[in-house]
């Protein structure tokens, strides 16, 4: 691995799983990243599979710290009770048990969400905010991370917060992914994303929000017209956040 990376970064998703070494001196991939795709069948074994051979490819050196960021709640020591984009044989499964056996190393796991968030408040457009950070990811579902300043409230889940007048599950109004499937042009899905950040904000009297996911790079398309107090600004980091976030994570480990 490149002498200037601290630590090596994994992103699993439901398509692909991405991986790099990351620089945590400037917060950015010390190497291209390595992106394999999913499997079809993305069990423990097979995601376990592939975390260990972008490992040796990176030829990561022993002491160096491994970040996993995963896409469902995560609990040292304790079974995944659910998961939505993987193979549902994760379901009881202690996740940095099975994925460390797996790359024959110890590894560090957290959720994606609070990865992407942890790297936008040590990295990106959170850095040097104080109070209550709310880092949101706009994309199939809704993720959000909760950061006081600078501890990480980790897993929660507040893409699928009630919305008001039978609404619902906010990311099934909300999401990037609802936007892309009902045709919604950006001014008319802000009027959306306001009662998801309003509501948000009447809840949590947060001091700022911040908005990644591929769909912040047309930030400027759709957050001029959120009708909200709080400050709100689109995320720097975007796809690399959640490889960043995690190797930050392992090393605070």
């Not at 893409?159 to 045709?183: C, M, N, P, Q």
Request: aromatic share 8%.
């Amino acid at each position: 691995m490149i002498e200037t990376a601290q630590a090596f970064g994994v992103d699993i998703g439901g398509s692909g799983i991405k991986a790099a070494p990351v620089n945590l001196e400037k917060g950015e991939f010390a190497e291209p990243r390595l992106k394999i795709l999913t499997p079809e069948v993305s069990s423990p074994q097979a995601v376990g599979a592939i975390v260990r051979q972008q490992l040796e490819h990176f030829a990561v050196p022993d002491n160096v710290p491994v970040g996993v960021a995963f896409p469902a709640p995560v609990k040292p020591g304790q079974k995944l009770e659910w998961i939505a984009n993987l193979d549902q044989s994760w379901v009881g499964v202690d996740i940095t048990a099975a994925l460390s056996e797996a790359c024959g190393r110890p590894v560090v796991v957290v959720n994606d969400a609070d990865a992407a968030g942890l790297a936008e408040q040590q990295f990106g457009a959170a850095k040097g905010q104080n109070g209550l950070v709310i880092a949101t990811t706009l994309g199939t579902g809704i993720g959000t991370a909760l950061i006081y300043n600078g501890v990480l409230i980790p897993n929660t889940e507040l893409g699928h917060i009630e919305l008001a007048k039978g609404k619902g599950d906010a990311e099934k109004y909300a999401s990037s992914g609802v936007r892309e499937r009902e045709g919604l042009g950006y001014k008319k899905w802000a009027k959306r994303l306001t009662k998801y950040y309003g509501l948000m904000e009447k809840y949590f009297n947060p001091d700022l929000f911040v908005v990644g996911g591929g769909v912040s790079r047309q930030s400027d398309k759709f957050l001029p017209y959120l009708d909200i107090k709080t400050p709100i600004v689109p995320a720097k980091l975007r796809n690399e956040a959640g490889i960043v976030g995690a190797a930050y994570y392992a090393s605070t480990k």
